[in-house]
């Protein structure tokens, strides 16, 4: 059964201080990886899509990477409307395009 | 282009009563899914409709079921609600499956059960 396990589950930063979110997921066959930004009691909003090994997606401070075990989202010099719970989603080659998601990092920056 | 809307954004219901759902894909959009987000958890997969029939579910019982219309919209209808059942529910759109697979969900329905 596909897993996605996310850490740390919260992390909190100063403004300006970069670091790291990781998602390490276990799936059969992945037809893509994905990352959601959510703000507190809102719907997840599409961040990117990874589809394999060594890909790369930046979106301003954001960085999306993928290896064939893990993911991770680099956060660069944030700022306070960067604080969200990021959410990390795989989905598979076979079946229904459901999406299995990880629990989410809570992530707070402080001015 | 509008996205995905969902209606209606909070309610209330007793345990043991019915509720109904509903959800309005993004344009172009024929696959449309449902998730159960409960606090601090990540959105659990409950079932997906494409061209109006079901196309996979999820670890959900029965009295969880849903609709496809022939627009696209979807409805989701849940039975004898348990307090357990309290969660914020998301829809979500995705383009046929030829074309790029990202899902784009609605802002949700915030269910309390008491």
């Known amino acids: 059964e596909d897993q996605v396990t996310q850490s740390p589950e919260a992390l909190r930063l100063q403004e300006g201080e970069s670091s790291s979110l990781n998602c390490s997921y276990t799936v059969s066959g992945l037809r893509g990886l994905f990352w959601y930004r959510q703000d507190p009691g809102k719907g997840p909003e599409f961040l990117f899509t990874l589809y394999s090994a060594g890909e790369e997606k930046e979106k301003e401070r954001l960085k999306a990477t993928l290896t064939k075990k893990e993911s991770f989202l680099h956060i660069t010099a944030p700022k306070p409307e960067d604080s969200a719970t990021y959410l990390c989603?795989?989905?598979?080659?076979?079946?229904?395009?459901?999406?299995?998601f990880g629990q989410g990092t809570r992530l707070t920056i402080n001015p | 282009e509008t996205g995905v809307t969902q209606s209606p954004t909070h309610l209330i219901k007793t345990r043991g009563q019915q509720v109904t759902l509903r959800c309005s894909s993004q344009?172009?959009?024929?696959?449309v899914s449902w998730y159960q987000q409960a606090l601090g958890q990540g959105p659990q997969f409950i079932f997906q409709?494409?061209?109006?029939?079901?196309?996979g579910r999820g670890n959900f019982p029965p009295r969880f079921s849903g609709l496809q219309f022939p627009n696209y919209s979807s409805e989701l209808n849940v039975n004898a609600l348990e307090l357990d059942d309290s969660a914020l529910y998301l829809c979500?759109?995705?383009?046929?499956?030829?074309?790029?697979?990202?899902?784009?969900f609605g802002q949700g329905t915030r269910l309390t059960v008491v």
């Open positions: 344009s172009g959009h024929n696959t």
């Open positions: 979500a759109s995705s383009p046929p499956s030829n074309m790029n697979t990202e899902a784009f």
């Open positions: 409709y494409y061209r109006e029939e079901e196309n």
């Open positions: 989603a795989v989905r598979e080659l076979q079946g229904a395009q459901k999406l299995v």
